[in-house]
């Protein structure tokens, strides 16, 4: 990308699902760029599928703050 031109990259989360990889997934994209986006709530994982406000009250607090840079 940098051969090509691009100077600025965008890492978003949201693909780990739980707070231990959406941590891990923003600590290695924070190693390749600072530019990264929690999203947390990207999809509801099937195990909530039947309890949402669970799984936003989870993105929300300890996903959320875990997740801060």
């Given amino acids: ?3 090509q031109g691009t ?3 965008e890492v978003k989360s949201g693909y780990g699902l739980t ?3 959406e941590v891990r997934a ?3 994209a924070r190693e ?3 530019e990264t986006t929690f999203l ?3 999809v509801v994982p ?3 599928a039947d309890r ?3 799984y936003v009250a989870l993105v929300a607090g300890e996903m959320l703050t875990a997740c801060a840079p």
């Fill in 46 to 48: 099937v195990e909530y």
């Fill in 40 to 42: 947390g709530a990207h």
């Fill in 7 to 9: 100077t600025t990259v």
């Fill in 19 to 21: 707070v231990e990889q």
């Fill in 1 to 3: 990308m940098r051969r």
């Fill in 26 to 28: 923003l600590r290695l």
């Fill in 52 to 54: 949402r406000d669970d």
């Fill in 32 to 34: 390749v760029t600072p």
